[in-house]
């Protein structure tokens, strides 16, 4: 799975464990256009505004995920935007650099509606799923 990862995300650019690529799933349906293959832009503009990241940076992030060049987000752009906004929010600066040699945490956005949704919609259940666990050994 992790190539399919890599290959849905930009090739060589990221690569995403199974927990993002969940997440990233979830948040790209969110941001569904009516056209298959691209997203809206605003939808994602309001995702990406609850980042709560300054104008800049957000600017920044669409720079470098190569979608300012495209016009439109794509998967693999958007993917990587997510990697950048999450680099961001840890403090990181906002480039290719940072996703590709850093282990990052999931972006945060203030306020998603449908983030419970977008977090566990591909977990598995049994009798033991009882929300998310921190710390098992």
């Not at 948040?27 to 995702?47: I, N, R, Y």
């Not at 060049?69 to 752009?77: A, N, S």
Request: glycine residues 8%.
């Amino acid at each position: 799975m992790d190539q399919e990862s890599a290959a849905a995300s930009g090739g060589s650019l990221i690569s995403l464990n199974e927990h993002e690529q969940r997440y990233y799933s979830g948040l790209h349906a969110l941001c569904q256009a009516d056209t298959p293959g691209k997203l809206s832009s605003s939808k994602v503009a309001e995702l990406f505004k609850a980042s709560q990241q300054p104008p800049e940076s957000l600017h920044k992030v669409t720079e470098v995920c190569g979608a300012k060049h495209l016009g439109y987000f794509g998967t693999p752009q958007f993917y990587i935007a997510l990697k950048l906004l999450a680099a961001a929010q840890s403090g990181l600066p906002i480039r290719l650099e940072s996703i590709t040699t850093t282990n990052l945490p999931l972006p945060r956005f203030a306020g998603l509606k449908h983030e419970p949704d977008v977090r566990h919609p591909a977990a598995p259940p049994g009798p033991d799923a009882q929300g998310p666990q921190c710390g098992s050994a």
